[in-house]
């Protein structure tokens, strides 16, 4: 089959690699028809999370179901099925607890210490030996481990767009939201306007915030989430300009929730380069960083942006002296999948006003260059196999 492959750092391309074939009792095989390139995916291109051997990328997929293991009597031949990117059990104790992307069983690198290169938790799809060395979904055809418990099936009448989401972004950013524990009239700050930080604002407002303000460095990203998402927009110039704008409107307190939605590939300054090389750090802390200065006293920092490196000098005497609530990790979306459908069904929320390129598989390398590099106003590459 065909499938797109990273090599090293930078350097991806679409190849012909072994068909999957069902290896577990409670494998599926699924014949994608959707897939999409996820920000998370450039943190492997990009080098921020580590990744040394050949691996088909992708989390964000869906198709047919071609095969199914003897172990899985939910799903039968021909079903059409959303997958969401974790990789879980579905009876650990974590699992029981609605905590998928924690599974004990799913990853061989799983461990309660959540190291820097070690003891991760669950395992996702296409996304480095850390966490499972599984295949991913950006390919003709993936192998689905515990396919009774993750996927889900399509109700007719629903095209890919319109539910290709909930494998990750959409699913992530209700999290995000959620976390937030929005109730009503909620001023929210979303920090970064790509894919996550939209579903965000549509999450936010869904919930029935008061008031969502979305920022980003990039024009076109902010003008799509005003279009999407309804939501007021604030170019980035400055921390400060930020956090002083964020104020102004809120009675000098502050948001009652803000969400990082870029994690720690934010843009930076060559002094903030040289910081981290010196300091050893992947990335930089410094929108988290923003977050915590711009939410109020007593409020919540959601953090749905991936960060995967200790941070030098981290401000954690503002979180302390605050009282802000902190809570981030991957999106739990087993959890949240059957609730999120249903939105979709009932016609209360539109996903796929996000896409701005859909690409032939074949052409896959290309949407990773345009996405990374922000060209051509790209915010969402779907690609077809």
């Known amino acids: 089959m065909k499938a797109l492959v990273f090599h090293k750092i930078g350097d991806v391309s679409v190849d012909t690699v072994p068909d999957p074939i069902i290896e577990e009792p409670r494998d599926a095989i699924i014949k994608v028809t959707s897939t999409a390139i996820c920000g998370s995916d450039l943190h492997i291109y990009d080098g921020f999370v580590p990744q040394m051997n050949d691996m088909v990328l992708g989390h964000e997929f869906m198709g047919i179901v071609e095969e199914v293991g003897p172990g899985v009597t939910n799903l039968k031949k021909g079903d059409r099925v959303v997958v969401p990117f974790p990789i879980a059990c579905g009876h650990c104790f974590f699992c029981n607890n609605s905590w998928p992307t924690q599974c004990e069983n799913s990853n061989d690198k799983y461990g309660p210490d959540g190291g820097l290169m070690s003891e991760k938790g669950a395992a996702l799809f296409g996304y480095t030996d850390l966490y499972g060395g599984i295949n991913g979904g950006q390919a003709e055809y993936v192998r689905v481990p515990y396919s009774d418990f993750g996927p889900r099936k399509v109700p007719e009448g629903l095209t890919d767009e319109q539910v290709l989401f909930l494998t990750d972004i959409f699913p992530t950013g209700w999290a995000a939201a959620d976390w937030g524990r929005i109730r009503g009239g909620e001023t929210v700050a979303i920090f970064g306007a790509g894919p996550v930080g939209i579903m965000a604002a549509k999450s936010a407002w869904l919930m029935g915030a008061g008031r969502v303000i979305s920022i980003d460095i990039q024009p076109y990203r902010l003008e799509m989430a005003q279009r999407s998402a309804n939501a007021e927009t604030l170019l980035w110039e400055s921390e400060d300009q930020v956090v002083e704008y964020i104020r102004s409107i809120t009675e000098g307190r502050g948001a009652d ?66 009282g802000v609530t902190l809570m981030g990790t991957q999106a739990p979306v087993q959890y949240y999948i059957d609730h999120l459908m249903q939105l979709v069904v009932d016609g209360k929320v539109k996903l796929e006003d996000i896409i701005t390129h859909t690409l032939p598989l074949a052409d896959a390398a290309h949407g990773y260059d345009i996405f990374k590099k922000k060209e051509d106003n790209c915010v969402k590459v779907v690609l077809k196999p």
Request: glycine share 8%.
């Open 257 to 322: 929730v803000c969400i990082d939605a870029v994690g720690m590939e934010a843009d930076r300054n060559l002094l903030e380069k040289a910081k981290a090389v010196i300091n050893l750090e992947k990335g930089t802390p410094k929108i988290l960083e923003a977050c915590l200065r711009a939410v109020r006293r007593a409020g919540v920092v959601s953090v749905v942006g991936v960060y995967g490196s200790p941070f030098d000098n981290f401000p954690i005497h503002r979180w302390f002296d605050k």
